[in-house]
């Protein structure tokens, strides 16, 4: 009896596994696009007044895509960059949110700061558009250095500056830009 009943559990198991293997969303296919060599990364239009951010998402941009996907980075060549492909983009909103003040000063204790991009990648060999993002947000967060006054001995709190917060949400739409060519075909 128990040589049998451990028998239908084993095949129990396996017909749950296979099911699992072939029905769950295990894919042996590609997780990326094997029609694109190419990805061409003109700078984005930054329509907020902070200077350098457009600068500081096409780094991020073009480490996470070497980093993580197969696809070469286009260089020299038009205005765009070049490539069989293109992500173009605007950067539309940084905004800052204070999160908690001190309650002595009322200064910003903790702030956020989120960042927005509307992003399309295209192809530019046929016009289609393999990908589109409208009102993509990350937020970095970050304490402001000197929110408490001087101490006896003259000492501050220590703290940091904006471009941490920044960059933690440009690194985070960059990431968040590279999940998107992934999951779109």
């Given amino acids: 009896m128990r040589g049998g ?9 396996l017909t749950v596994g296979w099911a699992c293997l072939s029905g769950c969303g295990y894919t042996t296919a590609e997780l990326y696009r094997e029609d694109v060599r190419s990805v061409g ?6 329509r907020t007044f902070e200077r350098g951010l457009e600068a500081d998402l096409a780094e991020a941009l073009a480490k996470e895509l070497q980093r ?3 696809y070469a980075l286009a260089s020299g060549g ?3 960059g070049g490539g069989d492909t293109e992500l173009v983009g605007v950067i539309t909103a940084l905004r800052r949110q204070r999160l908690a003040r001190t309650a002595d000063t009322g200064l910003p204790q903790e702030v956020e700061v989120r960042v927005v991009i509307d992003v399309q990648w295209r192809d530019r060999r046929s016009g289609d558009v393999l990908m589109e993002r409208r009102g993509l947000e990350e937020v970095g967060r970050f304490i402001p ?3 408490v006054s001087a101490g006896v001995d003259g000492g501050g ?3 940091e500056p904006f471009v941490v ?3 933690a949400a440009v690194t985070r739409l960059a990431q968040a ?3 998107a060519m992934r999951s779109d075909f």
Avoid: Y
Wanted: glycine letters at 6%; aromatic letters at 6%; a negative charge.
């Fill in 41 to 46: 990364l003109p700078i984005f239009e930054n």
């Fill in 177 to 179: 830009v590279v999940d």
């Fill in 78 to 80: 038009e205005a765009v």
């Fill in 145 to 147: 250095a000197g929110n």
């Fill in 68 to 70: 993580r996907t197969p």
């Fill in 5 to 13: 009943l451990a028998l239908a559990a084993a095949l129990w198991m």
């Fill in 157 to 159: 709190v220590l703290g």
């Fill in 165 to 167: 917060a920044q960059h």
